[in-house]
């Protein structure tokens, strides 16, 4: 979830909290006043009535509630004593002039007890509240209305205001992502008067110069190490090739310089495989282009076809569909071709390899005599299923790293005897 998006999630559950609990407040205490209104009615109603009562010789109990709203009944001293004013809010049966008959309405009920001439009475004054309730009611509404007005309005207005704000760090960091180190030269920056984005900016711009010192250094000692190693590594081979052609030399002499020849041939491969790998790793291949893969599988299999026919091996190329890729064509052609290659070299006699490309993916198939490989260390750097190979055990970290730099993904898997190697170019 984007970080503006995230505050104003945050920020509307808070404004959500703060004014339904105002709300709240609000409508008890509009309820409290109206309360307070009838009940100082229902009180003015008590004097009165006592007053009217007591001019009376005798009072005549009443138990229902007539004209007046008040019914008065008997009752005992030590009750009277007991007794003190009492408000609730009640249901009893009334008729309007449009109710064809009685019906429950809402009361405010006050029950008191007075004393005359020597007699107890408990008093009991009601007071209709259907006005009351319909204003409650219309209260209710009112403050539903403007909670639901105050929150979306309050939203709404943050959410173009912190939009606004949070734009240049938007900006700033889709220019960050699509910056690329040793290939942009413009850094990203940000029009901002806001200080914490400018002290990011900052951070950003010394990180970015570091780091480009950094590559420059990498690059230089990757050209370094290329031109350093393969020189005398070249000398040494080229030496080596001579004495080998030496006349008089002992068989032993001769098995001691060609595993030295091979050994200083493999040191060859393997300083290209790594220089090789760390270019790819820093990112220096990104000269994209359309390329057909069915294209490039078969102009790989035509160069393979002697080393194929070496070992009397098939290979069987399956184009279910056309597949076009965006791609470095010498990182695609090493991909690729690493992959087909495995499958060559670690085949059997009279063996197969089955090439297949579909709309998404190409499966490479080959079968062995060996059974399945370590998932978990297959791409791993130098692991070889035999310490004999002498291969440099760096093809499938290779293919593994470039797969990596476009979002690819590889796997492995071990079927019918067959080692099944598979690159998804559009992984879901």
């Known amino acids: 979830m984007k970080l503006a998006n995230q505050t104003l999630k945050y920020l509307s559950i808070s404004v959500l909290v703060v004014i339904a609990v105002w709300s709240t407040i609000f409508y008890l205490f509009m309820l409290e006043v109206i309360h307070d209104n009838i009940d ?32 008065v009944r008997e009752i005992s001293e030590q009750q009277a004593i007991n007794m003190q004013n009492v408000y609730k809010d009640t249901m009893l049966y009334m008729q309007d ?23 107890y009475y408990e008093l009991a004054i009601i007071n209709s509240m259907i006005e009351e309730s319909d204003l409650i009611k219309n209260l209710f509404y009112s403050v539903l209305i403007l909670f639901v007005l105050l929150v979306v309005s309050i939203v709404s207005i943050n959410k173009v205001v912190i939009e606004r704000l949070w734009s240049p760090l938007y900006h700033f960091l889709d220019q960050l992502t699509k910056f690329r180190l040793g290939k942009s030269d413009d850094k990203p920056a940000m029009d901002t008067e806001i200080m914490e984005f400018k002290d990011l900016q900052f951070a950003v711009t010394t990180l970015i110069q570091h780091n480009e010192e950094i590559y420059e250094q990498q690059k230089q000692f990757i050209g370094n190490a290329s031109h350093e190693l393969q020189t005398p590594l070249a000398i040494m081979i080229n030496k080596l090739e001579m004495v080998a052609e030496t006349e008089g030399l002992q068989p032993e002499q001769a098995n001691a310089i060609a595993e030295v020849l091979n050994t200083a041939e493999r040191l060859v491969r393997l300083n290209k495989s790594l220089l090789l790998l760390t270019k790819i790793e820093n990112r220096q291949f990104l000269n994209n282009e359309d390329l057909s893969l069915n294209t490039l599988v078969t102009h790989i299999v035509e160069e393979l076809e002697d080393m194929a026919a070496f070992k009397n091996i098939t290979i069987q190329v399956l184009q279910q569909l056309e597949l076009n890729l965006q791609l470095d064509s010498s990182l695609a052609n090493i991909m690729v071709s690493n992959l087909i290659r495995n499958a060559l070299f670690h085949n059997i006699e009279g063996g197969e390899v ?32 035999d310490a004999s190979s002498k291969g440099t055990g760096l093809g499938l970290a290779i293919v593994q790293a470039i797969c990596h730099l476009y979002g690819f993904e590889i796997s492995y898997d071990y079927d019918n005897s067959r080692h099944i190697f598979k690159l998804n170019f559009h992984p879901a």
Do not use: C, W
């Open 354 to 385: 089955t090439i297949t490309i579909t709309e998404n993916a190409l499966l490479v198939a080959n079968t062995s005599v060996q059974g399945p490989l370590d998932v978990e260390q297959v791409f791993s750097r130098f692991y070889k299923s």
């Open 40 to 71: 100082e009615e229902l009180e003015n109603q008590k004097r009165l009535i006592i007053q009217e009562l007591a001019s009376e010789a005798i009072v005549s109990p009443d138990l229902e509630f007539g004209v007046n709203n008040y019914k």
């Open 97 to 119: 002039d449009d109710d064809p008959e009685p019906e429950l309405e809402p009361v405010r009920m006050l029950t008191t007890a007075f004393e005359h001439k020597g007699h």
